[in-house]
């Protein structure tokens, strides 16, 4: 098992006012995704727990790209690796981050 953390700036806040969403299952091939409305207003943060070692330069390419895509300021993303691709490590990001956007506490 491995713990990865990166932390980011973003260009402007996430919008809307959610406090937390959570997407995604731990499976093979997936990740679950939890975001929360916690942090700085233009940081963001990712922990990363995998179980699939070794790819840390991987996760920090793709997380930086998420962040320069989506400007995800004000939240702390944990996320929870079942060995997932890149391509649905951005999607899973991207889906939590658009639910952080609703209006719903």
């Not at 969403?21 to 207003?41: D, H, K, T």
């Not at 943060?45 to 998420?66: C, N, P």
């Not at 997932?84 to 999607?91: C, E, F, I, Q, S």
């Amino acid at each position: 098992m491995e713990d990865l953390a990166f932390r980011h700036q973003a260009r402007k806040p996430s919008g809307g006012s959610r406090k937390m969403a959570i997407i995604g299952v731990v499976a093979s091939g997936n990740l679950e995704v939890l975001a929360e409305r916690v942090l700085p207003a233009e940081e963001c943060r990712l922990e990363i727990k995998t179980a699939a070692e070794g790819f840390g330069a991987v996760w920090d390419a793709v997380t930086a790209d998420f962040v320069e895509r989506y400007s995800p300021g004000g939240i702390r993303f944990s996320v929870n690796d079942g060995g997932a691709r890149p391509d649905t490590v951005m999607l899973r990001l991207a889906q939590a981050a658009r639910l952080m956007e609703d209006n719903d506490q």
